[in-house]
């Protein structure tokens, strides 16, 4: 019999010396379930059918679509291709998307490693001695002559899994596993999210800087106007150094905004990828961005499956519930069972001649007797590490509820506020325009108009940023539902499918 065979025969009757053995085993511990989602609503009044709507950039009414999904690919409702190109560069070179890859594979390559574990271990030994033993005890005439043993064998060892430990195991790495790929989502999820906020906020601070220059100059028009009538002695001279002062004061708020503008640039180029230098300069601008009209809500109780953050907190539950049944498994006796056969001769030649074989058959009990108590005390440990996670895990649930009612009210309260501020743009802008044409005829006093011009000021940068309100809490809406990853999954599982086809 060769040693292929040999290791075939010794699978089989140590399978078949096992099988009453594995047919009477249980894993011990708790089996998971998944926790109940919550009968919770997102808010204690209901939704409106849609919000309020006012002309100009960001005005558009809303509509909320209880029931409704979020698309995969949620940041292509915004309708800007500037926009659609930076996320895409962005999934394309982004460090922190990488590494959570790398970490998922690597998950899954420790999971699958632990699987192997349910198989018998088999390896094969090969061995070549030559000695020469002391016969000084054989008398004068003896004589010492060196031997040689050549012995090649496979052996086979495994150890049943009678209480599950082993299985409990390997639950724990596949709940790891699944924990570290909703990470991987929560990464891609915070990464594009990320990108569409900051350049959100850089086309925000642009439009307010365009703003107040735009103000800068119009109150520069004036100064000059003023100096003229102060030579020609038609105005005294505190009025020019008032408006001076205006002048100053708007040009000293330009520079926090570009000192914002530059770091919200730099920003948005690390999350695509880019160092500062390499800056191509794409404009994402506000007038060119669409407002998505409808609002998908999913069912509260489908939160917490679309929540790649609660997915995770969910899977290191699972883990904690395998680690209690490992603890306990780990408390009753293990067996082991070897078995071995090969060859052993005096010759390499000899080695696989007849009457050469040696085989061995052996089993192991081990039981823990007395630790100390030491066995016991792990066991309430990780019994103590599964309520920690469990409490993680609610409050992720009640954090995620939280995040999606606060959405949902500034949702509402945006449009509202949106509106108010286009009316008193619109007033502020007239009043302004009022006031210096009475300036002009002497129909008003300068303090009256130098309140007009701050007034109108104060009101521009309020309405950009009240537009830039709306675009940003859309984008946190479809952030705070769980982005859409699922409807990815299903497609990318769908694309295999045909693939196969």
Request: negative net charge; proline residues 4%; charged residues 20%.
């Amino acid at each position: 019999m060769n040693v292929m065979g040999a290791m075939r025969t010794l699978y089989k009757v140590t399978a078949a010396g096992l099988a009453g053995v594995l047919l009477s085993s249980c894993a011990l511990g708790p089996d998971f379930e998944r926790p109940a989602a919550p009968q919770a609503n997102f808010s204690s009044r209901p939704l409106p059918a849609e919000t309020a709507s006012v002309d100009g950039p960001g005005g558009a009414a809303q509509r909320f679509m209880p029931g409704e999904s979020v698309a995969g690919d949620w940041w292509t409702l915004f309708q800007s291709p500037a926009l659609n190109a930076l996320v895409a560069e962005a999934i394309a070179n982004n460090p922190s998307l990488e590494a959570a890859e790398a970490s998922l594979r690597q998950a899954e390559a420790t999971y699958q490693a632990e699987a192997d574990s349910f198989f018998p271990y088999v390896q094969g030994d090969a061995n070549f001695n030559r000695a020469q033993s002391y016969q000084g005890f054989q008398g004068p005439g003896a004589t010492r002559s060196p031997y040689s043993v050549a012995t090649a064998q496979v052996s086979v060892s495994y150890s049943p899994d009678i209480f599950g430990a082993t299985r409990r195991t390997v639950e724990g790495f596949r709940a790891r596993r699944d924990n570290v790929a909703f990470q991987k989502e929560a990464a891609f999820l915070a990464l594009t999210s990320n990108v569409v906020l900051t350049a959100i906020e850089d086309a925000s601070l642009s439009a307010q800087v365009a703003a107040t220059e735009e103000i800068l100059s119009a109150q520069n028009q004036q100064l000059g106007v003023l100096r003229q009538q102060l030579e020609l002695g038609g105005i005294p001279e505190v009025q020019v150094l008032q408006q001076l002062t205006v002048v100053a004061q708007t040009r000293a708020t330009l520079a926090p905004l570009l000192k914002a503008q530059s770091a919200t640039r730099n920003r948005l180029l690390a999350l695509v990828g880019r160092f500062p230098d390499q800056d191509k300069g794409e404009v994402i601008d506000l007038t060119r961005i669409a407002l998505p009209r409808d609002l998908p809500i999913s069912l509260p109780s489908e939160l917490v499956t679309q929540r790649p953050d609660i997915r995770a907190a969910e899977a290191s539950l699972h883990a904690a519930s395998a680690d209690i049944g490992v603890a306990t498994a780990n408390i009753f006796p293990q067996l082991t069972l070897n078995a071995s056969y090969g060859s052993s001769a005096g010759s390499i030649q000899d080695l696989f001649s007849a009457g050469t074989g040696v085989w061995g058959l052996g089993a192991g009990l081990l039981q823990p007797i007395w630790r100390g108590g030491e066995l016991f005390k792990r066991r309430r440990a990780v019994i103590a590490a599964y309520d920690v996670a469990a409490a993680q895990y609610r409050g992720t649930v009640l954090g995620a509820f939280q995040n999606v009612a606060d959405v949902l009210r500034a949702l509402e309260l945006d449009a509202s506020a949106l509106a108010a501020q286009v009316e008193a743009e619109g007033a502020a802008r007239e009043n302004f325009d009022i006031a210096r044409l009475q300036l002009e005829t002497g129909g008003t006093s300068f303090l009256s108009f130098l309140d007009a011009q701050r007034t109108y000021q104060q009101a521009r940068i309020a309405l950009v940023q009240a537009q830039a309100s709306r675009f940003s809490d859309t984008a946190a809406l479809f952030v705070a539902l769980g982005g859409g990853w699922e409807s990815r999954e299903q497609e990318s599982a769908d694309a295999r499918t045909t693939q196969a086809e």
